[in-house]
């Protein structure tokens, strides 16, 4: 799979299929000892492979869209304490590059959220074919970096995981 990359067979526009991907978020609260996990239910992207495989892409998630199946909670992730959705509807992920790594690829870019950006990078595990291609991966944030502080005792962990499962199809 990864070798196509190089070879231009997976050259052309890309759509992810929002039906079959998934973008989970999982956290910790009560001092670490509560696991929180909720479900982004709104989620869309699309890329780009030039012939020589190079990739670039968006990935955005409505943030309004948490469903952690506790609507206070939601509703409280929702506000201006933690993703500011009235004012700030989307979190994106701007791909700049994809290149191949030890068991997967190494994916590169700038995460948007609550209106500020910072480059990360993260391992994906890549699967599938010409027509569609399938892209796993855990990206480990601090809520902090992106303004996210809000933290009533010290209750809440600033390390979270969004996990993401993106199924692209060929256009």
Do not use: C
Request: proline residues 2%.
């Amino acid at each position: 799979m990864l070798a196509t990359l190089g070879e231009g067979r997976l050259a052309g526009s890309w759509t992810l299929d929002a039906a079959r991907s998934q973008v989970r978020l999982a956290t910790k609260s009560m001092w670490g000892v509560v696991p929180v996990k909720g479900v982004f239910g709104e989620v869309s992207g699309s890329g780009t492979v030039t012939g020589s495989g190079a990739v670039t892409g968006t990935l955005t998630v409505t943030a309004g869209s948490i469903d952690t199946k506790m609507k206070k909670r939601d509703d409280h992730l929702r506000s201006a304490d933690f993703f500011d959705a009235a004012r700030h509807r989307d979190i994106t992920f701007s791909v700049e590059a994809i290149t191949p790594a030890a068991g997967g690829v190494t994916v590169a870019g700038d995460l948007t959220v609550r209106g500020t950006t910072r480059t990360v990078s993260f391992g994906a595990a890549v699967s599938g074919d010409d027509a569609e291609v399938t892209l796993d991966a855990e990206v480990p944030v601090n809520r902090a970096d992106y303004g996210l502080t809000f933290n009533q005792l010290g209750m809440m962990a600033m390390k979270s995981t969004i996990t993401i499962h993106a199924a692209f199809i060929r256009q």
